[in-house]
Structures are given as structure tokens and as C-alpha cells.
């Protein structure tokens, strides 16, 4: 599997997510930093990246599942976190940490 560009999404995302530490799944499938106010009409995060945008992360080994909780006939994620460049252990990877532009292109301030 190769090392995919990611997309505007994927790196909102993954600036997100290695600010916040991890990624935490409401009901209905929507990604949030812990803590992220709701909205009080419906309960959806105020932020958030949807199923597959996390999934496309762990599939270009940005991050990883770190806790599943279990369902009426299976096991699904509840969790993830960031991988690290340290951690990756593809030998082929080319991939690099969130850089400063990419923090620039999400414009957080920085």
C-alpha cells in the first residue's frame, strides 16, 4: 500500500487529531476531540470527520484503532490515535508528521 496524498479532510482531521491526542466516536459515526461541544438540538459534535475520513487515515498509516467497545454481534471502533513517523514501521513509508504548512492550510492561528 502505497503512501496516498491526503486530502483537505484527512488533514483537518489529522491536525485534530494529534492536537487532541485521539479521536473519540459518537453515536451515528461522527469523530471528535474528547470534550467537543454538542449540538443541543441533536447531539452531534459541533466538529467532525466522518467514518470514512478516519478510516482512510489508518489506511495511509496515520493513525490507528485504540479502543473498540462491544456491539450486539461484533466489536467496533470507539477510539483512535495518531501514529508518529517513530512508530510507523513500514519500511517504504515516506509519510511525515503534520507539518507547520499543514497547520497553516487547516488555519488554526499557528
Not at 12 to 28: F, K, Q
Request: proline fraction near 8%.
Amino acid at each position: 500500500m502505497g503512501e496516498a496524498a491526503l486530502s483537505k479532510t484527512m488533514t483537518d482531521a489529522l491536525v485534530a487529531l494529534v492536537e487532541a491526542g485521539s479521536l473519540e466516536r459518537s453515536p451515528g459515526g461522527y469523530w471528535a476531540p474528547p470534550g467537543t461541544p454538542r449540538h443541543p438540538h441533536n447531539g452531534v459534535p459541533v466538529v467532525y470527520w466522518g467514518t470514512s475520513t478516519i478510516s482512510a487515515l489508518i489506511d495511509r498509516g496515520r493513525a490507528q484503532y485504540s479502543a473498540c467497545m462491544k456491539g450486539r454481534r461484533f466489536e467496533f471502533p470507539i477510539e483512535v490515535k495518531p501514529i508518529s513517523a517513530a512508530e510507523r514501521t513500514k519500511p517504504d513509508s515516506q509519510a511525515q508528521d503534520v507539518t507547520e504548512q499543514e497547520h497553516q492550510a487547516v488555519g488554526d492561528g499557528r
